[in-house]
Nanobody
Framework: QVQLVESGGGLVQAGGSLSLSCAASGRTSSNLRMGWFRQAPGKEREFVAA????????YYADSVKGRFTISRDNAKNTVYLQMSSVKSEDTAVYYC??????????????????WGQGTQVTVSS
C-alpha cells in the first residue's frame, strides 16, 4: 500500500505564492507517477497538475498553466506544487495523488490510484 501525506497548505493573499509538498511512503512508493488535484466547496474534484516518473513530463490544467509548477525529488519520494499569482478561485482542498502507471493525457480524477488526506488552501482577496 502507498501512503501520501500533504503539507504546506494555509492562507495566502491573492497574487501571492504558496508551496505544497507531498511525501510518499509504502511498498511501491519509489517509482510512482505523482499529481495534484483540488476540490472547491460545492464542486467536483478536478485535476491540477501531474508529473511522470522520473519527472521528464509534466501536465497542467489550463486554469493553472503558467502559474503553478509541479516538481519532484525522487531521493525523498516527494512531489511539490509551487503556486504563484494565486487567485480566489484557487481556494480549495488540494489532494496529492499517485498512480503506478503513466498518466494519460488529459488526466482525469479517476486516473489516480492513491490519494492523500488533503490540505486546505485559502486565497484571500
Amino acid at each position: 500500500q502507498v501512503q501520501l501525506v500533504e503539507s504546506g497548505g494555509g492562507l495566502v493573499q491573492a497574487g501571492g505564492s504558496l508551496s505544497l509538498s507531498c511525501a510518499a511512503s509504502g511498498r511501491t512508493s519509489s517509482n510512482l507517477r505523482m499529481g495534484w488535484f483540488r476540490q472547491a466547496p460545492g464542486k467536483e474534484r478536478e485535476f491540477v497538475a501531474a508529473i511522470s516518473w522520473p519527472g521528464y513530463s509534466t501536465y497542467y490544467a489550463d486554469s493553472v498553466k503558467g502559474r503553478f509548477t509541479i516538481s519532484r525529488d525522487n531521493a525523498k519520494n516527494t512531489v511539490y506544487l509551487q503556486m504563484s499569482s494565486v487567485k480566489s478561485e484557487d481556494t480549495a482542498v488540494y489532494y496529492c495523488a499517485a498512480r503506478s502507471r503513466g498518466w494519460p493525457n488529459p488526466v482525469r480524477t479517476d486516473d489516480a490510484d492513491y490519494w492523500g488526506q488533503g490540505t486546505q488552501v485559502t486565497v484571500s482577496s
